[in-house]
């Protein structure tokens, strides 16, 4: 079936640093893939996301490329903020399997950025 | 809009018990599902459902069941709780079936069965 394979933290990083968090997927289908952060003591909510190849989703300085040949959509963020602090959550939709309403997730990673 | 509702949000039950946790969406959306989230896990589908009176198991559906009278409404019924359905658990939404379509979800409900 399909799976998602993100690095796994945690990670700790120091404000203005770089991110890069590594998720590649396999799939039956052609799917969709999103990235989703959960802050403290919330729910998940959707940070960005791509439908096609070649495809770059960006949010809050958050960037994503679907890469089909690697099979990876890495999320990487050129300086990060305390706020940043949360849990990252890869995911595929894959029309293949069902749809919207069947996400796959990775297991997340744990990010914490000290001032 | 409110969203995807959940309660409650704290719930400690003993080995046996039953319960029901109760999701609501107001955005109309025809699709909804119920996840667990447990720690290294990430987030594992417990059933979902494509409309009112359509309901099927995701991966983890064992000692849950789900039914869907409305459109606005997908509870989730635990029969006879045991300490491994401690978890987290999300409900979500989604306008359509299309796979670039987003999923909404709620604030979740903490589970713990003593």
């Known amino acids: 079936g399909d799976s998602v394979t993100q690095m796994e933290g945690p990670v700790t990083l120091s404000e203005e640093a770089c991110l890069t968090i590594n998720c590649t997927y396999t799939a039956t289908g052609y799917p969709s893939l999103f990235w989703y952060v959960q802050y403290p003591g919330e729910g998940l909510q959707l940070l960005l996301k791509a439908t096609k190849a070649d495809d770059k989703g960006s949010n809050k300085g958050f960037e994503a490329t679907y890469r089909k040949e690697t099979t990876s959509f890495h999320l990487e963020k050129g300086s990060v903020q305390v706020s940043d602090s949360a849990v990252y959550f890869c995911?595929?939709?894959?029309?293949?399997?069902?749809?919207?309403?069947?996400?796959?997730f990775g297991k997340g990673t744990k990010l914490t950025v000290n001032p | 809009n409110a969203g995807v509702t959940q309660t409650p949000k704290f719930q400690v039950l003993k080995t046996g018990q039953s319960m029901t946790l109760q999701c609501a969406q107001d955005?109309?959306?025809?699709?909804m599902s119920w996840y667990r989230q447990d720690p290294g896990m990430g987030l594992r589908l417990i059933h979902y459902?494509?409309?009112?009176?359509?309901?099927d198991q995701g991966e983890v559906p064992n000692g849950y069941n789900v039914s869907r009278s409305t459109t606005e409404d997908f509870p989730l019924r635990l029969l006879s709780a045991a300490p491994s359905q401690t978890s987290v658990y999300f409900c979500?939404?989604?306008?359509?079936?299309?796979?670039?379509?987003?999923?909404?979800f709620g604030p979740g409900t903490r589970l713990t069965v003593l």
């Open positions: 995911a595929l939709s894959d029309g293949a399997q069902g749809g919207s309403e069947k996400l796959v």
């Open positions: 979500a939404s989604s306008y359509s079936q299309e796979t670039t379509d987003t999923q909404y």
């Open positions: 955005m109309n959306h025809e699709y």
């Open positions: 459902s494509v409309g009112a009176g359509i309901t």
